[in-house]
């Protein structure tokens, strides 16, 4: 099982980032897949998800700027950020969990996004 992230870099405030897993080894219909995150001196946080039935989910703090998708052919899953602010700053990491995001069994490697001026 493979999960790996890219896309991540850095950025202005206000700027967009799209970041990208490609996963591999498991079958995506049948898991929970989505985006963590986690800042400096922070907790690990859910960013976004998707459920095994399609469902999506967002943290209050990027709804309206952040949107998951999935390409199913490709086994990839991606999240545009638009409007990035400073607090977005953070690692973020694709997991993948059965059915849901809440716990999950795979993890990526993460990828950086820095948002400053």
């Known amino acids: 099982v493979q999960l790996v992230e890219s896309g991540g870099g850095l950025v202005q405030p206000g700027g967009s980032l799209r970041l990208s897993c490609a996963t591999s080894g498991f079958i995506l219909d049948y898991y929970g897949i989505g985006w963590f995150r986690q800042a400096p001196g922070k907790e690990r946080e859910a960013v976004s998800c998707?459920?095994?039935?399609?469902?999506?989910n967002y943290v209050d703090s990027v709804k309206g700027r952040f949107t998951i998708s999935r390409d199913n052919v490709k086994n990839t899953v991606y999240l545009q950020m638009n409007s990035l602010k400073p607090e977005d700053t953070a690692v973020y990491y694709c997991a993948a969990g059965i059915t849901t995001c809440s716990y999950p069994i795979y993890w990526g490697q993460g990828t950086q996004v820095t948002v400053s001026s």
């Open positions: 998707f459920s095994s039935s399609g469902g999506t």
